[in-house]
T-cell receptor
């Protein structure tokens, strides 16, 4: 069993829809949780960075962490075709740790 | 400001050969990490360097090695290539030991 599980999709939704992306994990020692976006033929770029349980909002993006359930989510409101990409969750044991454990990534397509 | 630069972008090798990949971090960044990305395993941590010292290593065989130079540029080497080493190798740099990872576009290795 992988330490971090993420549904690879693909997920296809119409423009303007609310998108929900999720990851579960098994290691309760994870403290820092991230979401990366990866466009085709590009490297991942950091979208959201959260510590422990709670919510964090940045524009159209909201990240949620529920440590009791070992479950994290990323919500995208008013989705745009430019949001079409692969979304990867990532986790770290310590602040600033460069060793991240990634989920498989979910391929998302927003249809105009 | 230039991003993380990886060379070569694409390369093809045959089993048993060795390969060296290069990474130039963002100017001023002293921390460099390497990841392997495959469709089956996703993104997996290889190793991390800071000030020419390997700080952390992932669960990869000894055929995978790396180093960092005094100018923070880094190289990774894979010896005795196997078919399963075909992957996208991503380099990421960080301004300091506890900072956001900025990824390059990767070097795509195909082993025949």
């Amino acid at each position: 069993q992988k330490e971090v599980e993420q549904d690879p999709g693909p997920l296809s939704v119409p423009e303007g829809a609310i998108v929900s992306l999720n990851c579960t994990y098994s290691n309760s020692a994870f403290q820092y949780f991230m979401w990366y976006r990866q466009y085709s033929r590009k490297g991942p770029e950091l979208l959201m960075y959260t510590y422990s349980s709670g919510n964090k909002e940045d524009g159209r993006f909201t990240a949620q962490v529920d440590k009791s359930s070992k479950y994290i989510s990323l919500f995208i409101r008013d989705s745009q075709p430019s949001d079409s990409a692969t979304y990867l969750c990532a986790m770290a044991l310590a602040q600033g740790a460069q060793k991240l454990v990634f989920g498989q990534g979910t391929r998302l397509t927003i249809n105009p | 400001k230039a991003g993380v630069t990886q060379t070569p972008r694409y390369l093809i090798k045959t089993r048993g050969q060795q390969v060296t990949l290069s990474c130039s971090p963002i100017s001023g960044h002293r921390s460099v990490s390497w990841y392997q990305q495959t469709p089956g395993q996703g993104l997996q941590f290889l190793f991390e360097y800071f000030s020419e010292t390997q700080r952390n290593k992932g669960n990869f065989p000894g055929r995978f090695s790396g180093r960092q130079f005094s100018n923070s540029r880094s190289e990774m080497n894979v010896s005795t290539l196997e078919l399963g080493d075909s992957a996208l190798y991503l380099c990421a740099s960080s301004l300091y030991q506890a900072g956001e990872l900025f990824f390059g576009e990767g070097s795509r290795l195909t082993v025949l």
